[in-house]
């Protein structure tokens, strides 16, 4: 294969020259069945034919929300054909996400199928059609595997004894518009062109070597990039086999590598350990495994190492996103082992990259900034979304990533982390991608994410968020020693909370945001009895400063003098009736917000406690339940916002009072002093 | 229906006709006011507001009182940032040897009238309940907000009406009722509400004895404590040179979720021992109770009428040896008519240091810190834990009378055995 043969072409004609290249060589394969590339090309021309009777017209959108089967390739390959754009929809998002991407991408037809029972009861047709009823552009809902008096049948478009109109896509048209989300948490529609995606997977192809003989396994959803670009078309390019992984759980997985011997084998990093965690992994069952790529989330080189070593086969690390079709470095088969077990390699052939300071300034190589990207393979923008287009590509067509690297000296990039990830704290940054690495390097240790969280004292602290391997014991204390002994004083963690999984995203990063979330709400709870006044949380003989640190010092002091030794910033005070009596000090519930605590919660408040906690944003829930019902050094996660308290430890949630909506609507503008400015605004004083 | 007293204040300070429980208002404010300690905090916030300035300086009062004559150089600093943002915006600071403890300086100056409503950075501004004004105590922020804005949020508060009948018996006086009722009702029992105080004991009360009892109402947890102005008080707001103020008083079929009737006549000398004022014990019932330090004097317990009482029972005796007595008189005013009234050589001969007018020893902050396991008799407000200085010392709360009979006795003890 040379990979220049690809470079300007379009993902129907590429179909259509493979087709006659490799004619009944095997290009698909679903359980029992194999579609060869003449059976995949015929059949695709009937699918278009039949979808041509839906007066689709190019420039079209022409929605997807299917798991990887067969079907959803040549569904691919017929819209192609047809010059309209897809837009594929992940099967886990939720029912709201779905409506409000169809909203906003208005198709005009709409692929899905029904399988609550694998979808823990989501209902995907039933979901569209009652989508329709709002959605006027949506004139066509197809379904796959199922009969519906309200839908076309995919069966039927694809047996359709028609024509199929001739090819009306170029290769510069649009093909895919595939949603992320910014760093608004509002999802962003890339939109991607036929030549880039192609270019795109026959150099990857190429950086793999990949040949006729080579098999895919079919496991990234087909819905993003990683699926598309170097798995679906890749393959294509590659005139190989592809074999579908319908559902992935990492059994199927294995089971499918030793069936099918496949010899390529992409994912993102929690698969592959998920594979090597499986009780059936065994080294011989991936004996056909040549390469493949690890991407879509850090890649801790511990991990790489192990697949390299047990499933044995030359991994390849890439760096992309989705704004990028995707792929915009890759390590090579020959890199040396550093290179290719803690880089993401050297720029992919005409796709430049280069490193910039906060100012836009382009740094030389071995220094921190943001990575950004220029080339053919950069999108076009955002679907109908030009703020947030110009917030990331400017006007010599450099894409901002939002991505903190290294282009280091000899070539290779390194990623250190999100833009924005970098935890600041009291004066020193921290990359949490060291310190995770650290920490996933205890034996005890499955899984690590350390994020940064507000802290009034040092700006943001650091919290680990740990997943324990199965069966083993292990303390905070025991994880906060060992990380003690390999980090600076500073980035060992403030707090380290345990979870059961880490929240993570199709491609396999880890949410952050959900676990910074998590992490703000999560805490050990301290008890105290009634009455506890404001001379007890702080006595007046330290109230001659208003400096909060300095206050945070005798958080407590006269209630327990070793409060503030034994508590960890994020904890939460529980307490009896009239927490807070006596003077009107705000340094009370200062200091408690100083000290870290990060909420108090009290079968009943003192008056002026209570509106100086709310002024000043000390969340404070009123619940008696909630008081007994937990436990001294129980783990607690609360949500300020609607008032409920979760006891992790016993299993138990209770309901606080929620505030009145006077005080909801002080508490929305950001406390007091924020009010009084907007009154101030509207000449409302 | 009728309307309770808070009622009708609030509603008259938010031009309403009338206002129920629960209702959340912004309302306008006769007098923002702050100590140093709660000051430098407002002060820090109401410059974080973007376009702020003072919405009427004539209604901002700032006391110098709390951790004054400075007792170090932090309370320096901070009171001199107090001075200079006064000086900065026009606003009024009582400084040192021209102030008092705000509570006492302020109707005493004529700034605070019946109807008012009082937005006090300190929890004891319920005193002023006690001509009739609603004050309330607030924090820092709240008072940067009521700075710039006039104004204070608050939800209309359910009222307490506690009715008193009878008449004092000697050595009894208003601080023994509302230890009485804070021991009844819990300090914890008014939280949120506002407190009425009423009855035919009422007109018989002086105005100090008022003060006394309103100045307590937040140790049991209300938002303020109201007593319906009459002639008293019209007389004296007039000596004061005061506003005359709006004199309200409460509908007859106003509803309040509790009423309390307390006979005045039974009540004995009573005292509040540690660690809540809600602890109250007849002061002849203690036993031996073995004292290091008396405090008397304070906002409490801080007015003319007060010194006179300790005078009364100090007149002619000396100071138990192992016993150390502080007079704080209230203010500069209290401290010159006591001097003229030859009160202040009664507690100079009797062996007492009289300091001028400041908070120190109520909150441990100076004048009268306590070591570990030090106990002391005061006329002060709070007795929680630490609150006069080591965690381990301790706090008892009793009338001026008491206190001084202790502060012979060396021991908690009833002034019926001295004088």
Known sequence: MRAEAFYD?????????????????????????????????????????????????????????????????????????????????????????????????????????????????MDHLSMALEARSNLPDLQHVIALGIEHPDCLAWDQLAASPGTPPPARCKHEDPFLILHNLGNSKKPRGAVLVHHALVRNAADIAARLRCTPEDVFLGSPPFSNTFGFTPTILSCTVSGASLAVLPRYEPKAALDLIESAAITVHHGVPTMFALELHHPEFRTERCASLRTGIMSGAFCPPKLVERVRNEMGFNLILAYGLTEASPSVTMTRLDDGPITATQTVGTPMEDVEIKVIDTQGKTLPGDEEGELCVRGYNVMQGYWEDEQSTAQVLDSEGWLRTGDLAVITADGPVRILGRIGETIKRGGFGIHPRSVEMVLRSHPKVRDAAVVGIPDMIYGQITCACIVRKPDVHMEAKELLEFAGERLADYAVPDRLLFFESLPRVGSGAVRKDVLRDLARRRGLAWKFGKNIDTDSIIPARRCNTADANELAKYCMEDADPEFVHKMQRGDLIVAETNFGCGSSREVAPLCIKAAGISAVIAKSFARIFFRNAINIGLPILECPQAVDGIEAGDEIEIEAASGTIHNLTRGTSFQATPYPEFLQRIIEHGGLLHYVEQRLKEGNP | MGHTLAEKILAAKCGREQVSPGEFINAKV?????????????????????????????????????????????????????????????????????????????????????????????????????????????????????????????????????????????????????????????????????????????????????????????????????????????????????????????????????????????????????????????????????????????????????????????????????????????????????????????????????????????????????????????????????????????VYLANPYVAAASAILGRIGLPSEVV
């Open chain 1, 9 to 121: 072409t379009n993902i129907h004609a590429l179909l259509a020259t493979q087709a006659e290249a490799f004619d009944d060589r095997p290009y698909l394969r679903q359980a029992d069945q194999t579609w060869t590339y003449a059976e995949t090309f015929a059949l695709v021309e009937r699918l278009s034919a039949g979808l041509q009777e839906l007066d689709l017209k190019p420039g079209e959108r022409f929605a997807v929300v299917l798991p990887n089967l067969a079907e959803f390739v040549f569904t691919y390959f017929a819209a192609a054909r047809l010059g309209l754009i897809v837009v594929p929809i992940n099967v886990r998002r939720t029912k709201e996400e779905v409506i409000g991407l169809l909203a906003k991408t208005k198709p005009k037809a709409m692929l899905t199928f029904s399988d609550p029972v694998a979808y823990r009861g």
């Open chain 2, 30 to 394: 006769d007098l923002v006011l702050a100590s140093e300690l709660s000051g430098v905090l407002a002060i820090d916030a109401f410059e974080q507001i973007e376009g702020s300035k003072v919405f009427d300086p004539q209604k901002i009062v700032l006391v110098m009182d709390h951790f004054t004559p400075n007792k170090d150089i932090k309370s320096a600093e901070i009171v001199k940032r107090c001075r200079e943002f006064a000086r900065q915006c026009g606003i009024q600071l009582y400084d040192i040897g021209r102030a008092g403890i705000m509570h006492i300086l302020l109707p005493e100056r004529g700034l605070v009238s019946p109807g008012d409503l009082i937005a006090g950075a300190d929890s004891h501004t319920c005193t002023y309940g006690f001509i009739g004004a609603f004050g309330t105590g607030i924090g820092s922020t709240d008072a940067a907000a009521a700075m710039a804005l006039g104004e204070l949020w608050l939800k209309v508060p359910e009222s307490i009406r506690l009715e008193y009948q009878g008449e004092l018996q000697p050595w009894v006086c208003g601080k023994d009722i509302i230890l009485h009722t804070i021991g009844r009702i819990g300090v914890d029992g008014a939280r949120y509400q506002a407190i009425e105080m009423s009855g035919p004991a009422m007109p018989h009360l002086s105005m100090a004895d008022r003060f006394t009892m309103a100045n307590m109402a937040i140790e049991a947890g209300a938002k303020t404590a109201l007593i319906p102005a009459d002639e008293k008080t019209q007389a004296y707001v007039q000596e004061r040179q005061g506003r005359p103020g709006i004199r309200m008083t409460p509908d007859p079929d106003a509803e309040y979720t509790q009423s309390h009737v307390f006979d005045i006549s039974s009540m004995e000398p009573c005292v509040a021992v540690p660690f809540l004022p809600e602890n109250v014990e007849p002061a002849a019932k203690l036993g031996d109770v073995e004292i290091d330090q008396v405090v008397i004097g304070m906002c409490t317990n801080g007015n003319l009428e007060d010194m006179r009482a300790a005078a009364e029972v100090l007149e002619g005796h000396s100071i138990h040896p192992r016993v150390r007595t502080i007079i704080i008189p209230g203010s500069q005013k209290v401290y010159l008519d006591s001097l003229r009234e030859g009160l202040i050589e009664i507690f100079v001969q009797a062996g007492c240091a009289v300091s001028t007018p400041t908070c120190g020893p109520c909150l441990g902050g100076h004048m009268g810190v306590l070591a570990a396991r030090e106990r002391c008799v005061s006329t002060s407000n709070r007795n929680f834990r630490g609150r006069m200085g080591h965690p381990e010392s301790e």
